[in-house]
């Protein structure tokens, strides 16, 4: 169906793609698979079109083709959906889907045939998408539905999906997946751009491994697995599996009682709550996103105007409540934030500014106590220390965190956060966005902090990683413990029944 | 690009594009563009009157230039400037009348103090109507511009001016108030040039400013609060506080202007003196790229140009000094478009978009 060779793209210094061949068959799922950097989405940019390969050349259908952009590539039957959507927001469906390709004559737009073909489309694809409705009420499963729409519209025979997963919920990847599968049994080729490797592994029927701008591994989906593709994407073998000793828990550090939030609308996110994380253990937090995870950890943080919280939050025996988040991490709470951008980085500060947010005010960043200069070597020394503590790459603490990749952004919250050496850390999302070599790493920081008597509260939406790190596993829903479980006997679909559907 | 070299390009690119798109108007009004330009900048580059009156009118420049970049700092837009300065102005004005009988080592200091505190006040009004209930700061400092020269013009009508005096001004300062023209330390530079010691005050103001933003905690607060406030909060700085700090340090550098005017010019507060400052300063602090000394070029440029109007005015047939309000608004709008410029020099550089 496709086939890419010998493609070498060049951008400035940096060999983006350095001869790469790939092979997509027709009616196949086909993953193209590599850490950030590793050109994967450069090599599908130019099948589409974006960019033009340097050397090299494009097949389709075993015939030569000059794709010069996008346009030539609709017309060869490809159609790309990208990560982040290109859609009018107050558009409709229908509005958006013919956007570009408007049927009709130039003055009358004939949006009634369009609409009976989107739904036809949509039927046999079982899309369950109203052309008619707005997309701003759309969910981001059903946007993501839109975009499919679109290129199918434009009778795509294959699909370019760019990290097509990242902004789904668990339950919306499943779904997402039937309708890939539903796609390749209707003859459609589908190409996924990812670095999940479980996700590879449940859609995929061949997988091309890239690393470094070049192709790296060609495999059958069945005739491999997680640590092979991981040891292929890294270029070292990888621990998929966290090892971890057993807990030496201590005291109760945090002890949460009856603990209620309402949101400024007056609805209830977290509706008595009760816990308690001690010295030395991993509690672990699993719910699907958006059932109060976000809110709890913010209020445990400071975050969180103390009108909207009912209930009790012990520390070490004080009550937080009304604390601001300054007293909560002069007391020894740390926070790893699930939105790295939103909370976590000052994007156009520094790494060296970045990594004294929270301390900047006390010694040693300021002299003494009460001191209003910044110490610019104590500042450096910090940055200095985190960057090489955590392996944060590029090692330039005068670049602004903006120029870094989302694994080192991460290292970066994370070696701050670390350096404070917390009696509690509350962390959301550790891994998301981050690649795989940097998750092993991540990962292997929290157990150690751990085994140094930290209490770690951790959220996240990846359900493997919040089994195998936590000790104890608590089941969130609709902003409700739905119960307790053992991560190390709970199987994933007993979990997963609490999480959807509470008891 | 070094970040050195990209931070004057853009500005560079405005005021130079801003001259040519200027010189096609005046060709097509019928002047000679190199002979207009020639008399706007020789004028005002001319030893000593040309180079005095210049940087006498960046001086209020800076001020209104630093009080809307340290609102920016802060994520905050400080468009009440002017009505800042103008309080400022009278209330250094009425302390040089009242306690006339001080000597100057205490008149002097309490001057300042008023011009800064009245500034700083009536700046964070708005700062804390922001921080206490979230109305917008631009919507508040516009309608206290109104408020601000209504009431100083009142107070100078009707309490303050000598009887008789058909000028809109207050009775004179006491002479213990003024502070040094520059004529007196230089020599072969007259003192009728109004050029005082405000003007190294403006500049010694840059140092500080730049000292505060970028070098001690609190500047460190308020930039983390402009950058991204809900980082900020995260790392436990109060948002509430740092608005209403960074609203009355603008307020402060505002209320400077009267320093100038005052005590270095007119002893005496003249009411409507200030020829639109407070908005130049935006302009000021735009084309500066928000940075201090970036707000000195930006002030020089502004006030070489409004001095040089002048001389248009005098000598070219048909050129107005209007070409200098024309072309301070190019300027202004090729500083806006910067987004622009950077959307074509990334074309150049794909590298860019390799990260997405």
């Known amino acids: 169906m496709l086939e890419l060779r010998q493609i070498t793209k060049r951008f400035g210094d940096v060999l983006a793609n350095d001869h790469v061949d790939i092979v997509v068959k027709p009616g196949t799922i086909h993953a193209i698979v590599g850490e950030n950097g590793a050109g994967k989405s450069t090599a599908m940019r130019i099948a589409y079109g974006f960019y033009t390969a340097d050397s090299g050349e494009i097949l389709v259908d075993g015939q030569v083709r000059d794709i010069k952009s ?24 229908a509005e958006n889907i013919v956007l570009g390709a408007e049927p009709g004559s130039a003055l009358a737009l004939d949006l009634k045939s369009a609409g009976a073909q989107i739904r036809q489309l949509s039927e046999e694809f079982k899309l369950a998408v109203n052309p008619n409705e707005p997309v701003e009420h759309l969910s981001v499963g059903q946007q993501q539905r839109v975009e499919l729409l679109k290129a199918l519209y434009r009778h795509a025979k294959l699909l370019i999906l760019d990290e097509p997963t990242a902004v789904l919920t668990p339950l919306e990847v499943e779904e997402f997946f039937v309708i890939l599968r539903r796609m390749r049994e209707q003859g459609k080729t589908v190409i996924i751009i990812t670095h999940k490797l479980s996700e590879v592994l449940a859609i995929s029927d061949e997988v091309t491994v890239m690393r470094d701008g070049r192709v790296v591994g060609r495999v059958q989906t069945k005739d491999t697995n997680a640590a092979e593709l991981a040891r292929l994407m890294v270029g070292r073998e990888v621990l998929l599996r966290v090892e971890k000793p057993e807990p030496e828990v201590g005291q109760t550090e945090l002890e949460v009682r009856n603990l209620s939030v309402t949101d400024a609308a007056g609805t209830k996110r977290i509706s008595d709550v009760s816990f308690e994380v001690r010295r030395g253990e991993i509690v672990g937090i699993a719910g699907v996103e958006g059932n109060g995870q976000t809110e709890l950890i913010e209020t445990l943080a400071g975050l969180v105007d103390p009108a909207y919280i009912s209930g009790h939050i012990n520390f070490e025996g004080r009550d937080l ?8 991490r002069e007391l020894g709470i740390a926070h790893i934030p699930e939105d790295r951008h939103r909370r976590g980085l000052l994007l156009d500060f520094s790494l060296a500014e970045n990594s004294i947010l929270g301390v900047h005010y006390r010694p040693p960043i300021v002299a003494f106590a009460g001191g209003i200069f910044l110490d610019e ?24 965190a903006r120029a870094l990749s989302g694994g080192n952004q991460q290292k970066l919250i994370i070696g701050r956060e670390y350096h404070v050496a917390p009696k509690l850390l509350l962390v959301s999302q550790p891994t998301r966005g981050v690649d795989i070599g940097a998750i092993e790493f991540i990962h292997r920081q929290l157990v150690s902090l751990r085994d140094n008597g930290c209490a770690i509260l951790l959220v996240s939406a990846e359900l493997e990683e919040v089994t195998s790190l936590s000790d104890r596993l608590l089941v969130i829903h609709e902003g409700r413990i739905a119960g307790e479980v053992d991560p190390k006997k709970a199987t994933l679909e007993e979990i997963g029944l609490l999480m959807t559907r509470g008891h | 690009m070094p970040k050195l070299a990209r931070d004057l390009l853009f500005p560079l690119i405005a005021v130079v594009a801003a001259f040519i798109v200027g010189g096609i108007l005046i060709l097509l009004v019928g002047d000679n563009p190199f002979q207009a330009y020639g008399l706007l900048l020789g004028s005002a580059l001319s030893w000593p009157d040309g180079i005095g009156y210049t940087l006498f009118h960046a001086t209020p420049l800076i001020f209104t230039g630093l009080a809307v970049l340290v609102g920016f700092r802060c994520g ?16 250094t004005a009425w302390v040089g009348i009242t306690f006339a009988h001080l000597t100057p080592w205490l008149l002097i200091p309490f001057c300042f103090a008023a011009a800064i505190l009245s500034g700083a006040f009536w700046a964070a009004i708005p700062g804390v109507l922001k921080a206490r209930f979230g109305s917008h700061e631009v919507i508040n400092t516009i309608m206290l511009n109104f408020i601000a020269v ?17 000028i809109m001004q207050t009775v004179p300062i006491s002479e213990g108030a003024h502070i040094a023209r520059l004529g007196k330390f230089v020599p072969g530079f007259p003192e009728r040039i109004p050029l005082n010691v405000a003007f190294l005050l403006a500049l010694l103001c840059c140092l500080l400013v730049y000292l505060f933003l970028w070098r001690t905690k609190w500047g460190y607060e308020i930039r983390a609060t402009g950058s991204n406030p809900f980082a900020a909060e995260y790392g436990g700085i109060s948002i509430r506080k740092q608005i209403i700090l960074a609203m009355a340090v603008s307020g402060a550098l505002a209320g400077m202007v009267g320093i100038n005017e005052v005590l270095g010019y007119r002893y005496r507060y003249y009411d409507g003196f200030s020829d639109n400052y407070g908005f ?3 302009a000021v602090a735009l084309l500066g790229r928000n940075h201090p000394v970036g707000v000195i070029l930006a002030a020089l440029l502004f006030a070489a140009l409004q001095h040089g109007g002048i001389y248009v005015d005098g000598f070219s047939e048909h050129v107005t000094k209007d070409i200098v309000q024309v072309l301070q608004g190019i300027i202004i709008l090729f500083v806006a478009a910067e987004g622009f410029f950077k959307w074509l020099l990334r074309r150049r550089s794909p590298m860019q978009r390799l990260r997405a």
Do not use: C, W
């Open chain 1, 70 to 93: 996008p346009h030539d590539a609709i017309a060869l039957g490809i159609g790309m959906v990208h990560q982040h959507f290109m859609l009018v927001e107050t558009m409709t469906v």
């Open chain 1, 321 to 328: 409540k009304t604390l601001g988040a300054r007293v909560r």
């Open chain 1, 377 to 400: 070597n104590a500042v450096q020394r910090r940055a200095a220390e985190i960057i090489q503590g955590f392996d944060v790459r590029p090692p330039n603490a005068a670049l602004p």
């Open chain 2, 76 to 91: 905050l837009f400080n468009i009440g400037a002017e009505g800042q300065l103008y309080i400022a102005a009278f209330a």
């Open chain 2, 150 to 166: 209504a009431l100083v013009s009142y107070f100078t009508q009707y309490h303050y001016k000598a009887g008789g005096d058909p």
């Open chain 2, 280 to 282: 130049t300063g935006i």
